[in-house]
């Protein structure tokens, strides 16, 4: 596999086996989307449906939808926690989950309700780049 095909993976970020990230913000809070694994994946997004702020989300729960020309993905919570912010932008500019998945394709910011005890749960950027690797 070229360095081209290989798909970024942030050092610093936690990830799922299910590919969302999770970057711990200076306030505590999480900022969660999927990764560029994902995206590519899923190749041209057209529509995200995305939680309410005020949505309890356990980990591992539906967090909400990503809709590509290809097929539909469900988002999963990498955390425990409440939603505290959406990317509305998202709503009418999809396609950044696929421009910028780390960046402005965020989807929802939580506030954590057991954040160490998630977080011991999570892959590195290491062992996800692995996993995504070997999916390849």
Known sequence: MSAKDEPKV????YYTKDH??????PDG?????VTDYAQRKL??????DIPRP???VGKGGLLGTVESVKAVAEV????????????DVLTK??????????GKGWIAKIKPKNLQ????RLLTAEQYLALASAKH
């Open 10 to 13: 942030p050092i610093g970020l």
């Open 20 to 25: 969302e990230w999770a970057k711990i913000e």
């Open 29 to 33: 809070n999480i900022l969660v989307g």
């Open 43 to 48: 190749h041209e997004i057209v529509f995200v």
């Open 54 to 56: 005020g949505t309890d």
């Open 76 to 87: 999963f919570c990498p955390i425990t926690g409440k939603v505290i912010e959406v990317n």
């Open 93 to 102: 500019s999809p396609e950044l989950v696929n421009q910028d998945p780390y």
């Open 117 to 120: 005890e998630d977080l011991v």
